[in-house]
């Protein structure tokens, strides 16, 4: 049985995806989780231009793949299983082919899930981090064809305007897509119990989090209200954009951004002191 260092501590928690097994890991703990899922993963809305480049990327016209998320490279192949699995034989091994470039440990998981590994790394997992890890090798990208897998629907421009600069033919895919979780009045209500004081903690895990919550609520309630409780990221990504808003992180992994982590984090943070 773990140690109950989060019993009497209120934990609001927006993720959505492996939203069980972190409210699991926090109630080991003793904590009471206010599950409030803010956004929604979807397959990519229409399926054609993500089959496209499934077989333009199968039949070789790629020389690097830079993959931004896991999640990414998951709804890729899930695209092919559910709508043409034919094609995944031969993209696994132009997989195999390419030269892989990863944005953090996520996309890098995913791809050892398929027996396979990153041959450039990013150290920080941030568009920033990925420029960085080519810039050294910049040369080598004159004449390739780079693909580039999205972040949702953000369109990446400072990595797409880098590459081009770097006189690569860039081809980019979006697999997937976030949408509204939890209606309005509900994410109303999340923020309306911290400012009563009922949250000890707020754990964000992404970004399209962040942004949801400042959408609905307007970033100046959102930035006064959060000064009333911990809050917590999930990695550098994601504390950067509450920094953006003017909202202070207090605990962050150190060195893996995952949800275990950031569980320890969490723990240390809020065990030091007892709750009111």
């Known amino acids: 049985m773990e140690s109950q260092t989060l019993a009497g501590r209120t934990i609001a928690v927006p993720e959505t995806r492996e939203l069980d097994l972190f409210a699991s890991l926090l109630e080991r703990r003793g904590a009471r989780v206010l599950r409030c899922p803010l956004v929604a993963i979807r397959d990519a809305a229409d399926p054609a231009p993500v089959l496209s480049f499934l077989r333009r990327f199968a039949a070789g016209a790629c020389d690097d793949f ?45 791809l050892r899930e398929l027996g396979l590994k990153p041959d450039v790394a990013a150290e920080v997992p941030t568009t920033a981090g990925i420029i960085a890890a080519l810039e050294p090798i910049a040369y080598s990208l004159d004449g390739r ?34 949408a509204d979780s939890t209606e309005d009045a509900a994410v109303l209500e999340l923020l309306a119990s911290i400012e009563r004081g009922g949250i000890d903690a707020i754990a964000f895990t992404s970004t399209p989090q962040v942004r949801r919550l ?41 060195d893996s951004f995952f949800l275990k982590p950031m569980t320890s984090a969490l723990e240390a943070a809020l065990s030091a002191t007892r709750p009111a």
């Open 214 to 254: 400042v959408t609905v609520a307007g970033a100046a309630r959102v930035t006064q209200a959060l000064q009333r409780t911990h809050v917590a990221a999930v990695g550098p990504i994601v504390a950067e954009a509450l920094r953006q808003h003017g909202i202070s992180v207090q605990s962050m992994p150190e």
């Open 66 to 110: 830079i993959l931004l998320t896991g999640e990414g490279l998951r709804r890729l192949v899930s695209c092919m299983e559910q709508h043409e699995p034919a094609l995944k034989p031969a993209f696994l091994v132009e997989l195999a082919k390419v030269r892989k470039i990863t944005r953090g440990p996520k996309p890098a998981r995913a």
């Open 145 to 178: 064809s780079c693909a580039v897998q999205l972040y949702g629907n953000e369109p990446n421009l400072p990595l797409i305007e880098f590459l081009q600069r770097c006189g690569a033919a860039v081809v980019t895919v979006a697999p997937y897509s976030y």
